[in-house]
């Protein structure tokens, strides 16, 4: 067998494959074999036919066309294999000559992973912004604490911004009702900002058992594209306005939240929560920024077939959450305004990125020969199973090898984040 490889590009490779004779008569002998299995001749049982005399009675055109296929099925794998190339998925073959019984030249293709230069990790210019909470997060909380025992008094006065409003409303543009412009017996709180501007100012001043009409010009940047920039009517019927009555932010309140004294207490619960989810959030952020410089600083090209991978993982991750909402991937779609074409190229581009950073991390943590032990894995899939413990289909998976493998791949990345993170902050 001779074998000439192409590199099309970091991510694909071409392999010409020539057989000759010496790869081919064995080919044809196991052809043989394999076709006299299901070949009926008077004194002999079904697939007890000798060779010699199986082949006088089969089709030239179908031994040399199964010989062939045989061939070629055995070659590719060995092609690969001989040239330390490693293909990703099962690779495109396309066989260009077939001399008879004599020689059969085939070219291989397949994706391949690209060689990785990993930059230098340990000058990303990165800075971890800091951690602030601030009086008016803490008030914020508070506000909503209070909301949360507020109490609500049906009243007959007009509408007021900080009123709770239950209503019935159309939405029509060019007099047609518009697709999500529409519901009955509504909850809305007025200066929540739920709706665009305008609707909730719109309510204001008015009675209960008010019917009034609301014309207003959706923003330009809005998400639904069919209805950016539009000007609408929403027809509204108010059928009740209740007076949402907060408590006083004092030290009752503190008291009737948990273990707290004083609102000074609560106050103080508040900011370390904050602060503790700020802390969170600002270690993510900075992760993900490090591991970005990092893949600029590298030279690393993604598979296509690896972003086509991570795009159906994106799409199914978005699928399944939509269903938990009674929706389909197409409603999603019309909630973001976007076409597919316009959400495959954004997608794209994202998993093309996460591809490149996994594979960069992947070489870093090869490099830095950062391994994750066989016990803290068996410890993470016993979480997991104590986890999942009411889910059978969950702890089954558990058990597949292919699943424990990608924990461990999972762990030794994370442990490769904290590797970077310690490298940058020296």
């Known amino acids: 067998m001779k074998t000439t490889v192409k590199k099309i590009s970091d991510t694909k490779v071409e392999i010409k494959v020539v057989l000759d004779k010496k790869e081919l008569t064995p080919a044809r002998e196991k052809a043989i074999k394999r076709l006299a299995a299901e070949l009926k001749i008077p004194g002999f049982r079904k697939g007890k036919v000798p060779a010699d005399m199986a082949e006088k009675h089969l089709n030239p055109n179908d031994i040399s066309q199964t010989a062939v ?32 019984d004599e020689s059969v030249e085939f070219i291989a293709k397949a994706d391949i992973l690209p060689e990785v230069k990993v930059g230098d990790y340990k000058k990303l210019g990165v800075k971890k912004p800091e951690i602030k909470v601030s009086e008016k997060d803490i008030n914020d909380v508070l506000d909503n604490i209070a909301s949360a025992y507020a109490e609500k008094k049906v009243t007959k006065r007009p509408a ?59 923003p330009k940047d809005y998400h639904a594209k069919e209805l950016a920039g539009k000007k609408v009517v929403f027809e509204v ?149 104590d986890v999942y413990k009411k889910s059978p289909e969950a702890l089954k998976n558990l058990k597949d090898p292919r699943v424990r493998q990608d924990i461990k791949n999972r762990m030794t990345i994370e442990k490769t984040l904290d590797f970077l993170v310690r490298a940058n902050e020296k």
């Open 69 to 100: 296929d045989i061939a070629v099925r055995e070659a590719v794998p060995q092609a690969f294999i001989s040239n330390k190339i490693s293909p990703l998925i099962i690779p495109e073959v396309n066989v260009t000559k077939i001399v008879s």
């Open 160 to 218: 007021k911004l900080t009123d709770e409003v239950i209503i019935d409303f159309t939405g029509k543009k060019d007099g047609k009702p518009f697709q999500g412009g529409s519901a009955k017996d509504y909850t809305l709180g007025l200066g929540s900002g739920s709706f665009i501007p305008g609707f909730e100012d719109g309510i204001v001043g008015h009675e209960p058992g008010d019917k009034f009409e609301i014309p207003l010009t959706f």
């Open 237 to 385: 019927l108010l059928k009740q306005i209740n007076e949402v009555i907060k408590p006083k932010v004092d030290d009752e309140l503190a008291k009737k939240c948990g273990p707290f004294k004083t609102l000074g207490d609560l106050k103080a619960d508040i900011k370390k929560n904050l602060t503790a989810q700020n802390e969170h959030k600002v270690e993510e952020k900075y992760k993900d920024d490090l591991v970005n410089a990092l893949v600029k600083k590298s030279t690393v090209s993604a598979p296509d077939i690896l972003i086509s991978d991570q795009m159906k993982f994106i799409k199914d991750d978005i699928t399944r959450n939509a269903m938990s909402q009674g929706l389909q991937f197409e409603d999603y779609l019309k909630q973001i305004g976007k076409t597919e074409e316009e959400w495959e190229k954004e997608a794209k581009k994202i998993a093309e990125d996460r591809v490149k950073a996994s594979l960069v991390l992947q070489v870093l943590a090869r490099d830095e020969k950062i391994t994750v032990p066989d016990d803290d894995v068996s410890a993470k899939v016993a979480e997991l199973k």
